[in-house]
């Protein structure tokens, strides 16, 4: 039976690997899959992971329509075993729904990717859809951490340094322009998400003399700043 099932997880759990690696096994055992993705790190129409690898994908525009598209394809003869979707957090809920129309109808498997919550910790649109619409949520094995160590469960934004919770949902990371700043992301546990306590911030509270003491077993300090590959 094919399944609709939304992997997820925060950024930095690997997410992009593991779609290409079931790519992969899928093609292995002589399936046919398209790859899509929406706003990767490394530009338009290709899925890239953390660890180097990329593919080409198909870019999702609002406008895309997964049920027309895949349909096309098997109109002109090719085969549609499954569908590899990354970022899926960023897909319209009606674009879920054709997803699940395209399981149920038409029995492809599709293995949806992406992080549920955004900076401010609520449910992106997409992933919303999904859980409400997944055969299987499934959340991810490898788990990011926080810079103290403990699972990290939130995803931050950080604006020249400063960590925000509010602004427009989706700001592609690593940008920098003149009306917005310099915006990152990092994955904290949600202690220091609630504390707005990233690793800079709490490098700066440690080595500051005029901050108040704080506990150091809840709040170690972060050894190093964050690589970001
Ligand atoms: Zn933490």
Redesign the pocket.
Known sequence: MAELVFFSGTMDCGKSTLALQMDHNNSARGRQGLIFTKLDRMGESVLSSRLGLSTPAIEVSDHLDFWDTVVERLTQGARVDYLICDEAQFYTPEQVEQLARLVDELGIDVHAFGITADFRTELFAGSRRLIELADRVQLLQVEAL???G?KATHNARIVDGVMVVEGEQVVVGDTASASVGLVEYEV??R??YMRRMNSHAARAAALSPDTLPFDLDVCAVPPQPPSRA
């Open positions: 926080c810079w103290c403990r904290l546990c202690r220091h």
